[in-house]
Structures are given as structure tokens and as C-alpha cells.
């Protein structure tokens, strides 16, 4: 199959371009850039005031199967992928059993290749079931296609464990991603830790649990010269961390999401919407303002959604037995679209770096540009589509999303991954 894009704004900083085209793919991969092209028996797609960019990438999502299959599979977290204009995603190993052998790696990759979306790139667990006491099997999994490694759900408590990890992970050319949580400092925790747990008169979470264990990790990534990733960064601290990291040069990453983002404690009133309720906790509205900086210097590298369904019994409940986190996957583009590139505040190209380029680095996949020769895993974006954030439009299994009820301008509206059209003109493919 064919198909022809036409009169499309590509934009590609990793090659330059930043212009209006034509760009035609045949088979898997992008056979021409140019102008005025034709192909006999293509199928055109209308680019006219759209822009085509590298495919998105996801690097931190969970698709909880094995295990918890009423809250997402591999098939429909593949499919809200798709909806919200991902090619790549990399699945978190928090599964039953969790993802810490290669079989369980070669379970996803099967999984995916069935579902016929989106490519699945699994991470495997740093530790055996992620209980922190011994090495998963590390070199197993990377035979298998395991992207990164984390124990994501929980921070590694032994400095000594997570130095043996780091050191073993790093002989394999694969990164650490981190949790960043001191779990004695943030038991029973269900809110940020000041104005929020006082006002909503619950435990709170304090932001020295999380930025403890990135300082730790950062000189454990100085001593083992292991690449470094944080997971989910949240405080305005953590992140100066980082940039000091980054200027000494040291090999370390991290990455932010839209609820982190966008909402802030302030957002939690008194109807305590449990779909406010994160892990790590939606901290105050000068760290939101510090993650939204950071996404514009360069400090941080990533855009992820740290995608987290769970079944409508597990959110509408009493806020501290409610289980942490949102879904996300179809609704971080529109919010980065409304709140950053559309008013002006974010680049075009700087977006295509923290939401393609950068995660695909940090999880060592091919480069994809939109050039000759390039997989054609590609993402078409509409500047101008509206969106109406409900349970009706998600295509996730939950519903579970802190923005129900938001209007949105901008959205993904069709895909190709191996230069198949997973989603067309916001449809997901059959």
C-alpha cells in the first residue's frame, strides 16, 4: 500500500525541515520528500493545514497485561495509543507476573504484533518481582527486546541493589529509569505534603521522599557511569538536581508528565476527585510552573503519560483507598498543543524532541525522520480539530482521565507505523 501526502507542513529538527511538501510512503518506509510528487494508485491524503511529524513516542505507560486485564490489555491500550497519535509505546513491567524474564518480554512483543497498531516496546523490572532483593533476569530480557529497565510502582530501597543494577544494566547499553520514592518518608502518604494535606485533612506525601532518591541516584549514576532516567519528575528541587547532573555532564535524563504539567494541589477540592489522586501527588503550582520551564530550557528531556487505567470500582471510592493515577495516552498531545505550541509558549520542533526524538534515543530504537529511506512511523497532526475529553471519545479500556469534561484544540488525526494507517482521520483502524 501507498499513500501520498500532500501539501503537509513536515517538520523534522533532526534534518532540518520545516516546510510545506509532499511526502509519499510505499511499503515501510518513506520513499520520497519533495514537491508536486505523484504516484499511480496511491491513496492521497489531504495534509492542507496539518503537520506531519517523526511518530510519537510514549516511554512510560502501563497496559497491565498480564495480570489485570479488566483494566487494559495490550489490545486496547494499543488502541488509545493509536487514538492519541503514539507509534511507540514502552510498557511498564509492573504486570502479574511482572516483567522481570524474557518471556514476559516476548509475551508484549506477541501481544502487539496481533493487535496490529502501535509498536510495544516493553521495560523490563530492574529486580526478581520487583521486591528489590536480587538482579531480574537482565541479560535474558534484553535478548528478548526489553527497551529499559525499571522498577516503576516503587523506588529500589538498597542503595547497595540499585548500584548492583545499574552496574549490571549498564554492560547491555540500556538505561535505568527510577521511581524516585523513599518509602519511609512517604508511608500512608495520598496528597502532597503542605497546603494540600492540611486543607484536605489527609496524609501527606512529602516532596523530600522524591528528591531524596534522585540525589541518591544521580551519584550512584556518577559512580557506575550507567545512564540514569527519572521517572515522572514532580518537584521544582528534583529537577535542579538534575540540571546539575546535566551540567556536569553526568549521564542523566529525565521526564515529566501533562498532569504534572497542567494540574497542581490546588486542583483538589473538597468533591476530592480521586482522578487527581497521582503517584508521585500532584505537587504545588510553582513546581508545575518549574516541570512547564524545564520543558522549555531543555532540562527535561520527555514528555510522557505515565498512562495508568484502572476499573471505575478502583477510583470511585473514598480518595485514600483509591487507587494512584490517570490514563493519558489520548489526551498528551491536544494538552500540549492547547497549553504550549498553539499560544506560542513551546516550538513546534522542540515538542517533535521531547514527544519522538528524545524517547526513542533514551530507549535505543532507530531514528525515524521524514526523509528517503526512513521507517515510515509517522504522526499527522491537526492543529485545528477539537476535542471533548469524555468517557464516550477515550478509547482506553478505563476511563479514568484527570481532564473528563475538557475541550481541547489539536490533536493526532492520522497515523502510520510501518507505513500502515492505524488511525484515520481520528479513527483507529479496524
Given at each position: 500500500m501507498a499513500y501520498l501526502i500532500k501539501n503537509v507542513h513536515a517538520i523534522d529538527p533532526q534534518i532540518g525541515l520545516d516546510t510545506c511538501c509532499d511526502v509519499l510512503i510505499?511499503?515501510?518506509?518513506v520513499s520520497k520528500?519533495?514537491?508536486?510528487?505523484?504516484?499511480?494508485?496511491?491513496?492521497?491524503?489531504?495534509?492542507?493545514?496539518?503537520?506531519?511529524?517523526?511518530?510519537?513516542v510514549d516511554m512510560h505507560v502501563h497496559f497491565r497485561d498480564p495480570g489485570f486485564e479488566y483494566k487494559e490489555t495490550i489490545t486496547t491500550g494499543a488502541r488509545a495509543a493509536t487514538h492519541g497519535g503514539f507509534t511507540d509505546v514502552a510498557t511498564m513491567p509492573n504486570t502479574s507476573p511482572v516483567t522481570d524474564s524474557g518471556a514476559e518480554?516476548?509475551?508484549?512483543?506477541?501481544q502487539a504484533r496481533a493487535a496490529n497498531l502501535c509498536h510495544v516496546r516493553p521495560m523490563g523490572a530492574l529486580t526478581a518481582e520487583q521486591k528489590g532483593e536480587a538482579l531480574a533476569e537482565i541479560g535474558d530480557m534484553v535478548v528478548e527486546g526489553a527497551s529499559a529497565f525499571?522498577?516503576?510502582?516503587?523506588?529500589?530501597?538498597?542503595?547497595?541493589?540499585?548500584r548492583t543494577c545499574m552496574e549490571y544494566v549498564s554492560q547491555f547499553d540500556r538505561v535505568v529509569c527510577a521511581h524516585c520514592e523513599v518509602e519511609s518518608l512517604t508511608t500512608n502518604g495520598v496528597v502532597n505534603e503542605g497546603r494540600a494535606s492540611t486543607r484536605l485533612g489527609?496524609?501527606?506525601?512529602?516532596?523530600?521522599?522524591?528528591?531524596?532518591?534522585?540525589?541518591?541516584?544521580?551519584?550512584?549514576?556518577r559512580l557506575t557511569g550507567c545512564d540514569f532516567h527519572v521517572c515522572h519528575i514532580s518537584t521544582a528541587k528534583g529537577l535542579e538536581y538534575v540540571r546539575r547532573a546535566k551540567a556536569e555532564?553526568?549521564?542523566?535524563?529525565?521526564?515529566?508528565?501533562?498532569?504534572?504539567?497542567?494540574?497542581?494541589?490546588?486542583?483538589?477540592?473538597?468533591?476530592?476527585?480521586?482522578?487527581?489522586?497521582?503517584?508521585?501527588?500532584?505537587?504545588?503550582?510553582?513546581?508545575?510552573?518549574?516541570?512547564?520551564?524545564?520543558?522549555?530550557?531543555?532540562s527535561i528531556d520527555c514528555v510522557v503519560t505515565d498512562h495508568a487505567p484502572h476499573a471505575a470500582h478502583e477510583k470511585d471510592c473514598e480518595w485514600e483507598i483509591a487507587y494512584f493515577g490517570c490514563v493519558g495516552l489520548e489526551t498528551s498531545l491536544p494538552l500540549m498543543l492547547a497549553n504550549m505550541v498553539l499560544p506560542g509558549k513551546?516550538?513546534?520542533?522542540?515538542?517533535?524532541?521531547?514527544?519522538?526524538?528524545?524517547?526513542?534515543?533514551l530507549l535505543r530504537l532507530k531514528p525515524v525522520r521524514i526523509e528517503a529511506g526512513s521507517a515510515a512511523d509517522l504522526t499527522l497532526i491537526d492543529p485545528n480539530r477539537v476535542v471533548h475529553v469524555t468517557p464516550e471519545w477515550l478509547q482506553s479500556k478505563s476511563k479514568n482521565s484527570a481532564f473528563l469534561g475538557q475541550t481541547l484544540k489539536g490533536c493526532a488525526c492520522d497515523v502510520f507505523v510501518d507505513g500502515r494507517r492505524t488511525l484515520i482521520d481520528g479513527e483507529v483502524a479496524s
Open positions: 510505499e511499503g515501510t518506509i520528500v519533495g514537491d508536486s510528487l505523484e504516484c499511480e494508485g496511491a491513496t492521497v491524503v489531504d495534509g492542507t493545514g496539518k503537520y506531519l511529524v517523526p511518530g510519537l518480554i516476548r509475551y508484549q512483543i506477541d525499571s522498577d516503576d510502582g516503587h523506588g529500589v530501597q538498597s542503595a547497595g541493589m540499585m489527609m496524609f501527606g506525601w512529602p516532596a523530600l521522599g522524591e528528591e531524596l532518591e534522585i540525589l541518591r541516584d544521580i551519584e550512584l549514576a555532564g553526568l549521564p542523566v535524563t529525565c521526564e515529566v508528565t501533562p498532569h504534572h504539567l497542567f494540574l497542581c494541589e490546588d486542583d483538589i477540592t473538597d468533591a476530592y476527585d480521586t482522578n487527581l489522586k497521582m503517584n508521585p501527588p500532584l505537587r504545588t503550582s510553582e513546581d508545575a510552573a518549574a516541570m512547564r520551564e524545564g520543558i522549555l530550557d531543555g513551546m516550538s513546534w520542533q522542540r515538542l517533535i524532541e521531547v514527544m519522538a526524538i528524545n524517547p526513542r534515543r
